[in-house]
């Protein structure tokens, strides 16, 4: 059964800075890739997904993430973070023909002003 | 439109009742979802439903029970609730084919005393 490895659980940073959350997936077939997005109090939401294609995808807000086969990563980048990115961040992946994503533990993200 | 709805938001249960949440989407969505979320354990998966008229078990089925009321609605029943089963529960629509984003409902927080 496929995976998905964040490996960072929880990161604090101060406004301004740049943000990479790791994603590592287990499957060596054709996968979908999502980032999910959970601010305090509220439902999960998409923040970006790649299904084919250019292997940098853009996202809301800023967020972009790289698909990278050779390393099965999914890592979410943002060059600059805001007070209100603090989420919590989960990363999921969908094999080929499959109903139900696996999801990462998730990554706490606080952003201090 | 309202997207996936659920109810209630907040629930105080005591040890051995039973209690019934309710989801419903309106966005035509084939496949519907129940996860629960619990501190550092991410999403888990309790049931699924691909389809009207089909339901399958998830990562974590024991202790629950689910209908499929029609294409519209997917409910998940507690029969004897236990403090184990305090957490907070999503319920998520996507569409057809598999792969595609999920939408999350707006959570219900369970506490079983």
């Known amino acids: 059964a496929q995976s998905v490895s964040q490996h960072n659980h929880h990161v604090i940073l101060s406004e301004a800075a740049s943000l990479e959350l790791g994603c590592n997936y287990s499957y060596g077939g054709t996968v979908n890739l999502f980032w999910y997005v959970q601010y305090p109090g509220q439902h999960l939401q998409l923040l970006l997904k790649?299904?084919?294609?250019?292997?940098l995808v853009k996202g809301i807000k800023g967020f972009e993430a790289e698909f990278i086969k050779s390393k099965f990563s999914f890592n979410l980048r943002k060059p600059s973070v805001q007070w209100s990115d603090t989420a919590e961040y989960f990363c999921?992946?969908?094999?080929?023909?499959?109903?139900?994503?696996?999801f990462g533990r998730g990554t706490s993200l606080i952003v201090h002003p | 439109n309202a997207g996936v709805t659920q109810t209630p938001k907040f629930q105080v249960l005591k040890t051995g009742q039973s209690m019934t949440l309710q989801c419903a989407q309106d966005m035509n969505h084939n496949s519907m979802y129940w996860y629960r979320q619990d501190p550092g354990m991410g999403l888990r998966l309790i049931y699924y439903?691909?389809?009207?008229?089909?339901?399958d078990k998830g990562e974590v089925p024991n202790g629950y029970n689910v209908s499929r009321l029609n294409k519209r609605e997917f409910s998940l029943r507690l029969e004897s609730a236990a403090p184990s089963q305090t957490s907070v529960y999503f319920c998520?629509?996507?569409?057809?084919?598999?792969?595609?984003?999920?939408?999350f409902g707006p959570g219900t927080r369970l506490t079983v005393l």
């Open positions: 439903s691909a389809s009207e008229g089909t339901t």
């Open positions: 998520a629509s996507s569409l057809p084919p598999p792969g595609d984003t999920q939408y």
């Open positions: 790649y299904f084919s294609g250019d292997p």
């Open positions: 999921a992946c969908l094999t080929g023909g499959s109903y139900i994503p696996t």
